[in-house]
């Protein structure tokens, strides 16, 4: 695992690759940043039975809770230095300007929200049964 903390940098010029996620639209709407801590070991290869693997036993539980502890420690610094957020987001919104947020989807588009309506008429009488909602 590493030993070591990465220095913090400046946002790239150009951003190319990364990982997919449904964050993704996020970002370009809101500040948004990603917190990276120790969870595989060097070389695992990501979807694959040896990422998988790394997240099992104390390593990972070690791993887990550093992370839990630099989220926490970033949450709690924005939430106790008000002028830190807002140059965060005096920051977000200059360069949202340059490159402003279009969606893919038209306007006027509606969700089918009833594409899994057979599915949840079963599901549902079991999760109200269970009390979870």
Do not use: Q
Request: glycine share 6%; aromatic share 6%.
């Amino acid at each position: 695992m590493p030993t070591k903390v990465d220095p913090l940098r400046a946002p790239s010029a150009e951003s190319v690759g990364g990982g997919s996620s449904d964050v993704g639209d996020v970002t370009l709407i809101a500040p948004t940043a990603t917190i990276l801590f120790p969870g595989r070991a060097p070389g695992a290869i990501a979807h694959h039975w040896s990422t998988v693997a790394c997240n099992y036993g104390s390593t990972a539980w070690k791993g887990l809770n550093a992370g839990a502890k630099a989220i926490a420690a970033s949450a709690i610094d924005l939430l106790t230095k008000p002028e830190e957020l807002k140059k965060l987001r005096t920051e977000f919104e200059e360069e949202s300007k340059k490159l402003p947020y279009k969606s893919f989807l038209p306007a006027d588009a509606k969700p089918p929200l009833d594409l899994n309506e057979e599915l949840m008429r079963k599901y549902r009488p079991l999760l109200e049964k269970a009390e979870i909602k």
